[in-house]
C-alpha cells in the first residue's frame, strides 16, 4: 500500500476539551510518533468546526498534498458532515477524512487531564489506523417520491398533513380511531386562552378531510414498513368499518336505531355510552360509522341488523373484509400521541375505588358541553354538585415509583380544571402542586389569575385519598392527607369530589412502533430525536419524522409547532427531488456466500435477496443503509462493508492499543 | 541418515489425538507413492527416530514437514522451532496445529486445576494424591518432563507456517489432492499457492457442499439430535439443530450433515474470518426469532456449553485465545 500523507487536526472546541486533555500534546505527540504511520502535519485549533478550522484543513489538502484527514473533536453525530464537505471543497474524497471523538468518549467523561490526555493520543492513533484503509466513495443519487405518509390525526398530525398538502404536495393520513381529532377532541376548553377546543380544531379536521391533497384513511393502522428514503413501501390495514363509504352520507340514522349501548372507554373515557354503530362525537371526520364488532349484536347472535334496515341508502356492509393496502411514500411523520397515565397504579388515591375521584381526561368530558352531562360538572351519582373540590398535581409524574419526567401540561391543565369549576358550581378548591410550573407565553398570567379568583393552592405532595372519617365533619366526605411544605403542617382536607392530573405517557405499543419504523425510544419510552436542541423532528432514521407528544409530554402549542416543523423539513427534502444517499453499503463476496441464507430475514430495509439458481444471496444496494446487520451476521465472512470492513475495524483496534507504535508481546508462555 | 536423492519428508505429532497420522493412512496405496517420491526422515508414528537424528540434519534439508497437534508443553514448542528450521515447507496440519482443537479448550482452565482435576478426579485410583512434576531425582540421574505452558497455541503462535491445512482430521482425499500436488510441483507441473495460503479445503463454507433444502431461518428452539427425529431433506439449522456448516470452510463434502448429524466445525473459519465462534455465534443470535427478553434467554439456554460449541476448534485461534484465569496463571 502506497505510504498516505495524513493531516491530525486536535481540536479544542473552547474548552470543552482542552479543559481536561492537554491539546497542544497530543497534537505535538501525533506529529512526532505517528510519522512513521504516515502522519505529515499535526495541528491544534481553537474551533475546528469554525470555518477558519476548515480553511485550515482545506489549506494543507491543497499545500501538503494530504490524502488523509483525521479530525478529533466531537461525535461524528454533530460535524462528521462539516468535515467531509471541507475535504470535498478542498478536493479530497470525504470518505478519506475520519472523525474520531475525544470529547464526548474522553473529555466529557474523565477528569484527570493525564489519564484523558493519554486516551485521546491512543483515540487519535486508531484513527490514523483506520483511514489509511479507507477508500474514496461517491454518493448515490436517488429520486423523492413527494408523498408524504402521516401517521397519527391528533393535532399534531393534522398540522403537518395541511402544510405539506397546502404546499401542493400529497399525503396519506392514517389514524387508528374511526375520526381524527385525537386527544385534543376531547377537551372542552383549553390552556390559557380558554379558546372552545372543539371551535379551533374542528375546522382543521374539517380541512383535512376535504383537502384535494390529503388520502385519509381512519380504522386502518400501518403494519410494515420497508424501503428507505425518499423510496418506503408502507402496508396499511384498513379495518372493516362494516359500512360502505361510497354510499355513506353520514346521516346518523343508523347511530340513532342501534339497539345496543356500549361504555365508551376512549372518546368518553368511560363517563358516558355509544352505539355498536358509532362516530366517536358528531364532528368526526370522516362522518362515516363504524360498526363494533365485537359489541354489535348481529355479529354476537346473529340477528338485529337494525342498522342495515334503516339505512336510507343501504351502506351497511356487514360482510366487509379488513383490507391491506400498499403505498409508495418519500418520507413518513409520526404523530401518534400519548396514553393517559392510569392512576389505578397508585392504590392510596383511590381512582377507581372511590367513586368521586375522577382522572383529568374524566373532568374533561364532564366539563364539555358536548360531553355526558352537558356541562355539568357533577358527582359521580350524575346530579350533586360539588361544594368542595381538590385537584391533585403531578399524578404518576415527577415520582421515581412513576415516572421521573415532568409531563409539562398538568399545571396548566389543573388551573384550567380550577377555573372552570368555580366558574361553574362556585365550590371551594384546592390545588396541591409540588412546584408551580407555568413557563410559555401567558401562562403565568393565568395563574395570577386563579389566584385572585381564591382558589386554595397547597404546595406539597398528597399521601392519601380516603373516605375513612376520622374527626368531626369528615364524614361523607373524601379526605385528603398532604404535608403543606410551606407551613411544615400535615393536613386533612375533606372534599367532595378529587380530580387527578395524571401524567402522559407514551403510547402503550410505542416499542412496535419504534420497531416498525426502525427509529429508537429513550428510557422513559418517548421516541428519540436526532438531536434534542437542534434536530427535535428528525429521527437517526432518514426520512421519519416525529411530531408531538410521541416525542415527550407537550402542550398544544409545541404539538402544532412541532407538526409544521416536521412538515418544513419533509418539504424541503421534496424541493431537492433526489437525494444523495451514504454511499456506506454492504455487499456480498459471491465466491464466498455460500447461500446459507442466514441473513436473509435480518436487513431491516429488505436489500437482501436470495438467488435460487445460483443459490447465493445479494445486497441491492439502493435499499442497504449501510446498517451493518448483515456484516456481523453473515458466518463465512462473505459480506463486508465499506467503511468498516474487518481491516479497517482491526487497524483501529491495533491503533487504540497503540500496537502501531510499541507492539505489544501478549503471548504468554 | 544415507540420502537417496529423493526430497525429503516429515510428519510430527504435537498435543493431538493420532487421528491425523490414521488419516493420512487412509489414502491406501496413495501412500506408496509417498515413498517413490519422497524420503521419509522423520515420522514418530511410523517410524524409529530420535529427536538428535533431526537436530543433526541440515537446515532446510527437509522439503515437507506435516506437523500435526499444538502447542501444549515445552517439547512441542521445542520440535516446533526444530522442523521450522529444518524445513522448507511447514504444513500447519489438523485442526490442532491450525487452531487448538480440543486440546485449546483447556485454555478456559489455570493449569493447576487441569493437573488437579486429571489426577484426582472421583474417578481416579490415586489414593496418595500424586501428581506429576517437571523433574525427579531418580537413582540414576534427573528425570525429566515437558513443562505444560499457561495455554495452548496453535502453530503459527509459535513459528512461521507456510501452509495450513484443516480438518479434524483433514479428510483423506484432501491429503491425497494435496500430496499429489507438491509431486506434480517437485514434477515441474504445477506450481505451488502463495505462502500462507488454505490447502485442502475449499473457498467457502460447508453449506455449500450440502444438498439439503435452504430455506428462511427462524429458530423458536435448538433442539439435540437424540431428541428430534430428524427430516433428511431439509437444512438442520432450520430443524433447530444447531449446524455450524454456514460458518465452517467446506473440503469435506459436508460429510456429517449427509449423515444426519450437524457439523460441529471441525474444518474452521471461512476464508479471512478472524474468529469463527463469533461469526457463528452472531449468526445463530441472528436468526432466534424473538424480540421478548424472557423468552430469548429461553431458547438460548437451549445451548448446552456454548464455548464447546461454538469455540470446539477454535479457541486458541480465536481473538480471545483463552479465558482469563488462564492466561493468568504464571
Same mark, same amino acid.
Given at each position: 500500500m502506497a505510504k498516505e500523507r495524513i493531516g491530525v487536526y486536535v481540536c479544542h472546541c473552547g474548552t470543552n476539551i482542552a479543559g481536561t486533555v492537554d491539546v497542544e500534546d497530543v497534537s505535538r505527540w501525533a506529529g512526532e510518533v505517528l510519522k512513521d504511520r504516515g502522519v505529515v502535519i499535526s495541528r491544534d485549533y481553537k474551533f475546528m468546526c469554525s470555518s477558519l478550522g476548515q480553511e485550515l484543513i482545506q489549506k494543507d489538502i491543497k499545500e501538503q498534498g494530504l490524502t488523509r484527514v483525521v479530525v478529533a473533536a466531537c461525535s461524528p453525530h454533530l460535524h462528521e458532515a462539516t468535515f467531509r464537505n471541507a475535504c470535498k471543497i478542498a478536493g479530497l474524497n470525504p470518505y478519506l477524512s475520519e472523525l474520531v471523538s475525544i470529547r464526548e468518549q474522553d473529555s466529557w467523561v474523565h477528569t484527570d487531564k493525564a489519564v484523558a490526555t493519554e486516551k485521546a493520543k491512543a483515540i487519535i492513533s486508531g484513527g490514523v489506523e483506520r483511514t489509511i484503509w479507507q477508500t474514496p466513495l461517491d454518493p448515490l443519487k436517488v429520486p423523492i417520491n413527494p408523498t408524504t405518509m402521516v401517521v397519527g390525526g391528533g393535532i399534531a398530525g393534522i398540522q403537518a398533513a395541511l402544510e405539506i398538502a397546502d404546499g401542493g404536495f400529497p399525503v396519506v393520513m392514517v389514524e387508528r380511531e374511526p375520526s381524527i381529532g385525537g386527544h385534543m377532541a376531547q377537551f372542552d376548553k383549553t390552556f390559557p386562552? +380558554?379558546?372552545c377546543s372543539a371551535c379551533i380544531l374542528t375546522p382543521k379536521m374539517v380541512q383535512v378531510g376535504s383537502h384535494p391533497n390529503i388520502q385519509l384513511l381512519t380504522y386502518a393502522e400501518v403494519t410494515n414498513v420497508s424501503g428507505y428514503v425518499g423510496s418506503f413501501q408502507v402496508t396499511v390495514k384498513q379495518r372493516a368499518r362494516s359500512v360502505n363509504v361510497e354510499d355513506c352520507t353520514g346521516c346518523g340514522i343508523c347511530q340513532e336505531k342501534c339497539p345496543k349501548k356500549v361504555i365508551d372507554e376512549v372518546f368518553e373515557a368511560g363517563l358516558g355510552y355509544r352505539k355498536a354503530v358509532y362516530t366517536p362525537f358528531p364532528q368526526a371526520v370522516p362522518k362515516y360509522p363504524v360498526i363494533d364488532r365485537e359489541n354489535c349484536t348481529y355479529y354476537i347472535k346473529g340477528t338485529c341488523k337494525a342498522c342495515e334496515k334503516f339505512c336510507p341508502t343501504g351502506a351497511i356492509n356487514f360482510e366487509q373484509e379488513d383490507e391491506y393496502l400498499t403505498f409508495d411514500v418519500g418520507q413518513i411523520i409520526l404523530a401518534t400521541g400519548w396514553d393517559l397515565f392510569d392512576a389505578r397504579r397508585i392504590p392510596q388515591y383511590g381512582y377507581g375505588r372511590l367513586a368521586n375521584v375522577f382522572s383529568n381526561l374524566e373532568f374533561e368530558r364532564l366539563s364539555n358541553a358536548a360531553g355526558p352531562t352537558g356541562g355539568k360538572i357533577v358527582m359521580r351519582d350524575g346530579i350533586t354538585v360539588p361544594k368542595t373540590v381538590g385537584i391533585v398535581h403531578c399524578v404518576g409524574s415527577r415520582d421515581k415509583n412513576y415516572n421521573n419526567y415532568c409531563s409539562a401540561i398538568c399545571c396548566m391543565q389543573s388551573l384550567k380544571f380550577a377555573h372552570l369549576v368555580h366558574e361553574r358550581t362556585g365550590a371551594e378548591v384546592y390545588n396541591f402542586y409540588i412546584d408551580m410550573r407555568t413557563v410559555s407565553k401567558g401562562y403565568d398570567e393565568f395563574y395570577q389569575r386563579l389566584l385572585d379568583e381564591g382558589t386554595h393552592f397547597i404546595r406539597g405532595k398528597v399521601a392519601e385519598i380516603t373516605d375513612a372519617a376520622r374527626e368531626p365533619g369528615e364524614e361523607g366526605k373524601l379526605i385528603i392527607q398532604v404535608e403543606n411544605t410551606l407551613v411544615g403542617k400535615q393536613m386533612r382536607i375533606p372534599v367532595d369530589m378529587v380530580i387527578l392530573s395524571s401524567g402522559l405517557e407514551p403510547r402503550h405499543d410505542t416499542k412496535e412502533v419504534a420497531h416498525l419504523f426502525g427509529i429508537s425510544c429513550s428510557a422513559d419510552g418517548w421516541l428519540l430525536e436526532r438531536h434534542p436542541k437542534l434536530d427535535p423532528v428528525a429521527t437517526m432514521t432518514e426520512g421519519i419524522f416525529i411530531a408531538g407528544c410521541l416525542q415527550g409530554p407537550k402542550d398544544i402549542p409545541t404539538s402544532v409547532a412541532q407538526g409544521a416543523a416536521a412538515a418544513a423539513r419533509v418539504v424541503g427534502k421534496i424541493q431537492q427531488k433526489e437525494i444523495s444517499m451514504e454511499p456506506i453499503k454492504a455487499s456480498i463476496n459471491q465466491d464466498k456466500c455460500s447461500g446459507c441464507r442466514i441473513c436473509n430475514n435480518l436487513c431491516p430495509f429488505n436489500a437482501i435477496s436470495f438467488i435460487e439458481d445460483r443459490m447465493v444471496s445479494e445486497v441491492n444496494p439502493a435499499l442497504c443503509q449501510g446498517c451493518g446487520t448483515c456484516v456481523a451476521a453473515c458466518p463465512a465472512g462473505a459480506i463486508s462493508g465499506t467503511v468498516f470492513s474487518d481491516q479497517a475495524i482491526l487497524a483501529q483496534i491495533d491503533g487504540l492499543l497503540l500496537k502501531n507504535v510499541k507492539p505489544l508481546e501478549l503471548v504468554a508462555g | 541418515m544415507t540420502s537417496n536423492g529423493k526430497p525429503k519428508f516429515a510428519m510430527y505429532w504435537a498435543a493431538s489425538c493420532g487421528g491425523c497420522e490414521i488419516s493420512v493412512l487412509n489414502i491406501h496405496e496413495k501412500i506408496l507413492d509417498v515413498d517413490a517420491n519422497f524420503d521419509v526422515v522423520f515420522w514418530p508414528v511410523a517410524m524409529d527416530a530420535k529427536y538428535k537424528d533431526v537436530e543433526a540434519m541440515e537446515d532446510g534439508s527437509i522439503l515437507l514437514t506435516l506437523f500435526n497437534g499444538a502447542i501444549r508443553n515445552e517439547e512441542n514448542e521445542h520440535i516446533a522451532k526444530l522442523l521450522r528450521k529444518k524445513s522448507q515447507i511447514l504444513v500447519a496440519f489438523g485442526s490442532c496445529a491450525n487452531e487448538?482443537?480440543?486440546? &485449546? +479448550? &483447556?485454555?478456559?482452565?489455570p493449569i493447576d486445576e487441569i493437573v488437579k482435576t486429571a489426577f484426582s478426579t472421583i474417578s481416579t485410583d490415586n489414593p496418595n494424591h500424586i501428581q506429576p512434576q517437571t523433574s525427579y531425582q531418580a537413582p540414576e540421574g534427573e528425570l525429566k518432563i515437558p513443562k505444560l505452558f499457561p495455554i495452548v497455541r496453535t502453530l503459527d503462535q509459535v513459528v512461521d507456517v507456510d501452509y495450513y491445512m484443516p480438518g479434524c482430521p483433514p479428510e483423506s482425499h484432501q491429503i491425497a489432492a494435496v500430496i499429489d500436488l507438491v509431486i506434480q510441483v517437485l514434477q515441474g507441473k504445477a506450481e505451488l499457492p502463495p505462502k500462507g495460503s488454505v490447502i485442502g479445503a475449499g473457498p467457502s463454507t460447508v453449506c455449500d457442499e450440502c444438498t439439503r433444502k435452504r430455506g428462511l431461518k427462524t429458530i423458536h428452539e435448538f433442539k439435540r439430535i437424540q431428541h428430534v427425529q430428524i427430516d433428511p431433506e431439509i437444512c438442520l439449522l432450520e430443524q433447530g439443530i444447531l449446524c455450524s456448516g454456514p460458518a465452517t470452510r467446506s473440503g469435506c463434502k459436508a460429510l456429517c450433515p449427509s449423515a444426519n448429524s450437524p457439523c460441529i466445525g471441525c474444518y474452521g473459519p471461512a476464508e479471512g474470518v478472524l474468529d469463527y465462534g463469533a461469526r457463528l455465534l452472531t449468526a445463530v443470535a441472528s436468526v432466534i426469532d424473538s424480540n421478548d427478553p424472557n423468552e430469548i434467554q429461553h431458547i438460548i439456554e437451549g445451548i448446552p456449553d456454548p464455548v464447546g460449541m461454538f469455540y470446539r476448534f477454535n479457541l486458541a485461534g480465536s481473538l480471545l485465545r483463552a479465558s482469563k484465569p488462564a492466561w493468568d496463571t504464571k
Open positions: 386562552t +380558554l379558546d | 487448538g482443537c480440543m486440546p &485449546a +479448550l &483447556a485454555n478456559l482452565s
